[in-house]
């Protein structure tokens, strides 16, 4: 073999350096864990978590009574003004009230307990299902879901007794009781007294509104009907 001249000696042996060093560091890279970068929401994805939070926060408590007469109340049974209102599922206005004033007739005069609401249904012949409809309010406001059912009414209808059906399971009613009392003579009779109440103070269109007995017909706006309670307090 033959000989390594010095310079090819200092120049393996830094080599060799070099590579113990690099064995090394890959050793030690090994045994350090990985750090996993986690993906920040976008500002869009973070306000639309935030939004769902807040919708779910700001959900109304309701407690409703069913009268006799088949008229559902809500709010204080001795609050000062009293709003009766005559309405049907198929009503586009009668509609446009529930969803945009009733949310805040509930938090500034209903929740305070300076507004109690009633409300009426008129069946109408001029909707095929409105009959059933009005059924289907009365036998889950039995069961003290008569608003969530209202709600359901707006949006699917009652086009058949499937529907209701399905609308009482998923507001998780005794479909028992449910059906019973959709077949029971007593209920066809609490529509006939609300007919006959209707009758009685002239409503003959819906939405119809009686303020302390002030009677109005079709859907103000809401700065006029708070104006008109303030006015009443």
């Known amino acids: 073999m033959v000989a390594l001249s010095a310079s090819r000696k200092i120049r393996y042996s830094l080599d060799m350096k070099r590579f ?27 306000s639309e ?4 939070e807040t919708t779910e926060d700001e959900k109304l408590t309701i407690v409703e009574r069913l009268l006799p007469s088949g008229i559902i109340e809500i709010g204080d049974r001795d609050a000062p003004v009293v709003l009766l209102m005559f309405t ?20 500034d ?10 409300i009426g249904i ?7 299902h409105s009959e059933r409809a009005a059924l289907g309010l009365l036998c889950a406001a039995t069961q003290g879901k008569g608003i969530p059912m209202h709600e359901l009414l707006f949006t699917l209808g009652a086009k058949d007794r499937a529907t209701l059906m399905n609308e009482a399971a998923t ?6 009781l449910f059906t019973q009392c959709l077949d ?8 006939e007294r609300q007919k006959s109440l209707a009758r009685s103070l002239d409503v003959t269109l819906v939405p119809t509104f009686f303020l302390n007995g002030r009677k109005a017909v079709g859907l103000p706006q809401y700065a006029d009907l708070r104006g008109e309670i303030e006015e009443s307090l």
């Open 49 to 52: 978590a935030i939004d769902t």
């Open 184 to 191: 029971s003579p007593d209920t066809q009779k609490t529509i």
């Open 171 to 176: 507001l998780d009613l005794d479909l028992n």
């Open 88 to 107: 049907e599922h198929h009503c586009r206005y009668c509609k446009d009230f529930y969803r945009e004033h009733f949310p805040r007739l509930h938090e």
């Open 20 to 46: 113990v060093l690099l064995i090394a560091l890959l050793s030690l890279s090994a045994c350090v864990p990985t750090k996993v970068e986690q993906e920040i929401p976008s500002q869009e994805e973070q």
């Open 109 to 118: 005069f209903i929740d305070q307990g300076k507004l109690q609401l009633q």
């Open 122 to 128: 008129l069946p109408l012949r001029k909707y095929t």
